[in-house]
């Protein structure tokens, strides 16, 4: 497809600060664009909690960061001997990839974290959040189809993408491969159409986080029949993928939860 978009030379006057030349890349592309939705999304929706758009945008920054490092460990242990046999790969941070669920991970502690700094209800806030995730892995996953990353097996039938950019991360390239791409875009559209439905028959606070990461665990688990690119690891003699490892653990963590917060009184906003 198209894992750059275009590159451009830097200006005179900043050379030595940018490199010469600076690229595009469409994957960044479609994070930012999600992240920006995401933000206005969220900016809407908190104005009843009193935060203003300095916090908000604190809790973003913090959030970004957070994201960042978590997909990026979770990358590291997905093949974690091969950076301990070639430690300067760590520093690779701009390169390789991430693992969604490790942004996940790390992101949510970091926003429930921040809450109770500021003394802001968690539950509902994070029913706010939960739109941000299919939003973002959405938008992500079109980057994703572009750079020919999270690509599927060798597909035999109509459903068959091929990758022909020599850029592509795409392997093996010029053979017809399942678009998981494009199949786990559709599943957050499914789920964030899920939680606007059920936002309105919600029996208790942060359920619909909750539900978010459940229909997610499943969808994901599905989608992980698919994949073809094998260095994302595998867990159990190779019976699970790390994902679909995490995902399960996820779905039984809010299975635990869901009952214990539906027993908690409402928080006041």
Partial sequence: MYPKLFTFRTPSFLHGILPD???????????AIGIMVSYWFVNRRTK??????????TMFIWSIFAGFVGGKLFYFFEDFSKYLADPSLFLDITGGGFVFYGS???????????????GIPIRPFLDIVAFVGPIIQAFGRVGCFLAGCCHGKACSNFLGVTF???????NPKNVPLYPTQ????????????????????????GQIMLLYLMMYAVGRSINELYRGDEERGFVLGGMLSHSQFIAICIFAVCTIVWFRWRKLPEESI
């Fill in 21 to 31: 030349q600076i690229t595009l890349y469409s994957y960044g592309l479609m994070i």
């Fill in 48 to 57: 009843k909690f009193g935060i203003s758009k300095d916090q908000l945008s």
């Fill in 104 to 118: 996940v991970l790390f992101v949510i502690p970091v926003i429930i974290f921040w809450l109770k700094k500021k």
């Fill in 164 to 170: 022909t950019h020599p850029d592509s991360l795409a």
């Fill in 182 to 205: 494009l199949f786990d875009i559709g599943i957050n559209v499914v789920i964030l159409l899920a939680l606007f439905w059920f936002e309105k028959r919600q029996k208790f606070s």
